[in-house]
């Protein structure tokens, strides 16, 4: 069933039934189904090996859509919850077609991936709220990738590492060949009969961030690799690709703001603004923090931080709440007094002071319950805190400081249901495909919900693994 | 801060796994921690002990090297592992025996063997050690049954006591916050998770070695290693029921039960310590204790040696090598027995002490 002509990655003259380039979920899916469509497959990876995978690395579950619950799964979770879920996170910013395509596919893919030796779990500690929704990868995103690589090398992938792609030969929307750099092979020209641009969106370019958010952009960190750099993304668009999604949106979360400026993954998130209050560096309170409950209020505060002065924030909370939310990578910092804690955090003790004690004097009596929006609110100070508002009075008190964390960029390439690209006249491309968040976009133009990136790589990218095979064996 | 610069960074390493939890389904390193907010030293050779060098959460792990949050659980828990064998060896003047193993394991052993040799060659006269003796009581002929009963006993007995103590300090060591006795369903269930090596199987894809792939026969060289062990034990406590019992002495005929199960037994002990040397000399280095290297090969040499003058001595039995070979034989076993409390033998009984705490813990959980 595979073909039995071998094709070589290192000369002029090497020439692919398929190109994948990118080195995640999506182009692995791709290339894994193109090859088992009966295509030769090429997969260019620009990371280094470690770092391949892009934010794949940092993932750890999938939204799939199943009518019954699973030996994973608690419940059934029918294509039209996930439909009414996705039309809420993205405020309608969706295109229903192909949403519902990609939904209605998703539910094979919890049997695909596994036979591409994806292991599945019961959802995580601490994550039970997912438990029906999503399935989560045995060992994380690392080893799923691990899975998919293996996979993929056994079927006969081609992959390289540290391959830098710097230009697209495209005429006439079909594209002809691409040239790459690798540290010792030099820079080459790959010519493949179909396309897969796999290659995730531009979220570690800061420059290209700071088009849309001035110098503040240089304080934000990034928690995927430094190679997201969406130099593909802009290829494309620049060579005559129709663009989709806002191009100023990215997803933003509050991360420890000690964490390093990449790759931080999931494990410098902060989860515990309901137990607490959020000062800016003036120790100044600036949004509601009981506005509502996981997972929306983790994903508001990452913009919220960002329109702060230095792009810096700090949530504060007393000693009763510390065993209330999942142990952290950094220890909070504590202070005895309110003032001492001040100092540390290099906030103005007096300032701070004000703000907690103000705060504890709004605070309402009411019954804690920090899985339901509960009744207990402060009154008459402003901003207010609507839910799970308690005084801060127990020292020592604690504070994590928190910085905007870069999670993924929303504009993409417009593409159809086969994952084929559109050119901007709106004409299909011959030969390019997209999957994965160089396209997530189309259906997710804005907001997130847990595990619908992985859910978009996985589906269109075995879409157009098999369409690209399919185009190449015409 | 810890006692050791190696349970500092098991807590570090504990503190970064305890915010991510991707590993929880791979093997009971994770799950257990995910009990405990802080660890303590105790905490620390617990889930060190817990762990089965699997590997897998190091080729899974988006933080291992080269990330600069530089998460390599299996080498820092292999080397706390080595650690807390010496902090709970009993008795403490000797635990210093850890620190250079394979060196202190083979002159032990030389010694033995020596002592065996030359007793015999002072205590009995030549004719007899090189002699062939056939028929039951043919081995007493060099050394009176009496006398090798009571030898062997007491080093037994010995590295009993030195193990019981040692597991005692330990097993106070890990016992917070449940504390006390164990209760039998969880030995029960700590037996069968160590008799099927239950999490030395990477989650389930298989282990890692040498490279990024799980290719590791790591387990079944384990299994025969431990099962023939445990044969060869069967084997000799068989003989000296024959012996005080039935009345009947050693040697015994190729088909009697004793020489049966001594026989698959030393098989396993000569196939299995040498598929575990291949498959530690070709280990990534990433993920090797170094330092322990002499530990580990020590004891596997031990065994294979066990089982490859057993089964010398099974062959040539009627043969005039028989003399020296018992000699042989009989001082690797004397090495094996009193060095157990102070090698790598006390990573099973540690390990299944840890399985047991695991076990109880997980009731704990369940019922609470």
């Known amino acids: ?55 794949t690395r940092h993932t750890r579950n999938m939204r799939c859509a199943h009518d019954a619950a699973t030996e994973i799964l608690t419940g059934p979770y029918t294509e039209d919850e996930f439909w009414e879920d996705l039309l809420r996170v993205t405020g309608g910013q969706t295109d229903e077609v192909l949403a519902r395509h990609m939904i209605r596919e998703s539910k094979d893919i919890l049997n695909w991936i596994v036979e591409q030796g994806v292991r599945w779990q019961p959802s995580l500690g601490g994550t039970l709220s997912l438990g029906r929704t999503n399935s989560f990868f045995l060992g994380g995103g690392r080893a799923m990738l691990n899975a998919l690589y293996l996979t993929a090398e056994r079927l006969g992938v081609d992959v390289e590492y540290d391959a830098e792609v710097t230009d697209l030969v495209i005429e006439d929307g079909m594209f002809l060949a691409a040239r790459v ?39 934000f960190l990034i928690r995927g690799t430094p190679y997201n750099r969406g130099s593909i993304l802009k290829m494309l668009l620049d060579k005559g690709v129709q663009e989709v999604g806002d191009p100023t949106q990215c997803h933003a ?44 209020r983790y994903a508001i505060w990452g913009r919220l931080v960002a329109a702060q002065p230095d792009q810096i924030a700090y949530i504060i909370f007393d000693s009763t709440v510390v065993t209330s939310f999942m142990p952290t990578l950094f220890p909070p910092i504590a202070g005895q007094t309110v003032a001492e804690l001040a100092g540390k955090l290099e906030l103005d003790p007096a300032a701070l002071e004000k703000t907690i004690t103000e705060f ?17 609110r402060t009154e008459g100070i402003t901003p207010q805190k609507t839910h799970w508002a308690r005084r801060i009075e127990t020292p020592p008190y604690l504070a994590y400081p928190v910085r905007p964390g870069i999670t993924f960029t929303y504009l993409g390439t417009r593409v159809n249901k086969e994952a084929r690209m559109l050119m901007a006249d709106g004409k299909p491309s011959g030969n390019m495909f997209a999957a994965g968040e ?37 | 801060m810890h006692g050791t610069k190696i349970l500092d960074e098991a807590d570090r390493l504990m503190t970064v796994c305890n915010s991510c939890r991707y590993c929880e389904g791979l093997c009971a390193v994770f799950p257990a921690m995910e009990m405990r907010r802080a660890f303590s030293d105790g905490d620390l050779n617990y889930l060190a002990n817990l762990c089965h060098s699997c590997g897998a959460c190091y080729v ?20 706390a592992r080595a650690e807390s064998y010496a902090a709970y060896a ?102 069968r998770d160590a008799g099927e090596l239950r999490y030395l199987h990477g989650g389930g894809v298989g282990c890692y070695n040498e490279d990024d792939k799980p290719t590791d026969r790591r387990k079944l060289f384990h299994h025969l290693t431990f099962y023939g062990f445990l044969l060869c034990f069967a084997a000799t406590s068989v003989a000296t029921l024959y012996h005080y019992l039935g009345g009947r002495e050693a040697p015994y005929p190729w088909w009697d039960l004793p020489v049966v199960l001594g026989t698959l037994g030393g098989i396993g002990l000569i196939v299995g310590p040498i598929g575990l040397f291949v498959a530690k000399s070709h280990r990534a280095p990433e993920l090797l204790d170094e330092q322990r290297y002499g530990m580990d090969v020590g004891f596997i040499a031990m ?25 042989l034989h009989l001082g690797v076993v004397f090495a094996l027995f009193i060095t157990m409390p102070y090698g790598k033998f006390v990573h099973g009984i540690y390990r299944f002490t840890a399985l047991v705490r695991y076990a109880q813990e997980r009731r704990s959980e369940a019922g609470a």
């Open chain 2, 303 to 327: 065994l294979f040696l066990t089982g490859l003058t057993g089964m010398l001595l099974l062959l040539l039995r009627e043969t005039a090598a028989m003399g020296p070979l018992l000699a």
């Open chain 1, 181 to 219: 750099k690798r540290p010792i092979k030099g820079e080459t020209a790959i010519r493949a009969t179909s396309l897969v641009a796999a290659a995730g969106g531009f979220e570690a370019n800061i420059e290209w961030l700071k088009q849309y958010w001035g110098e503040a952009a240089d304080n």
């Open chain 2, 90 to 191: 009993w008795p403490q003047a000797l635990s210093g025996t850890f620190a250079r193993n394979g060196l202190v394991i083979s002159i032990i052993a030389a010694l033995s063997m020596a002592a065996f040799i030359f007793g015999f060659a002072a205590l009995v006269d030549h004719s007899v050690l090189f002699g062939a003796h056939t028929g039951p009581g043919a081995f007493y002929k060099l050394m009176p049954h009496n006398a090798m009963a009571a030898w062997f006993s007491a080093a037994f007995l010995y590295a009993i006591l030195a193990l019981v103590m040692s597991v005692r300090a330990f097993w106070r060591d890990i016992g917070a916050p449940i504390g006390g006795r164990a209760d039998g369903g969880s030995i029960f269930q700590a037996i």
């Open chain 1, 360 to 376: 504890n004097a709004a605070v309402r009596p009411g019954t804690f319950d920090h899985t339901i929006l509960d009744d207990c």
């Open chain 2, 60 to 79: 899974d792990c988006q933080f291992s090297p080269p990330h600069e949050f530089n998460v390599n659980v299996p080498k820092t828990l292999a080397v």
């Open chain 1, 253 to 296: 979360v509050a991360i420890d703001a000690r964490a390093p400026k990449f790759d931080g993954g999931i494990i410098t998130r902060h989860d515990s603004v309901v137990f607490g209050i959020v000062v800016n560096k003036h120790a100044q309170r600036f949004y509601d923090e009981g506005e509502d409950i996981w997972p929306k």
């Open chain 1, 438 to 474: 160089i396209m997530a976009g189309n259906v997710l133009g804005k907001g997130y919900a847990a595990g619908m990136g992985m859910t978009i790589g996985s589906v269109f990218g075995r879409i157009a693994g098999r369409e690209a095979a399919k185009h190449a064996r015409n």
């Open chain 1, 1 to 55: 069933m595979f073909p039995t002509s071998s094709y070589r990655a290192d000369g002029m003259s090497s020439k692919y039934d398929v190109l994948v380039i990118g080195g995640g979920n999506a182009a692995l899916c791709a290339a894994i189904s193109a090859r088992r469509g009966g295509a030769s497959v090429l997969v260019l990876e620009g990371a280094p090996k470690f770092y391949r995978g892009g934010n």
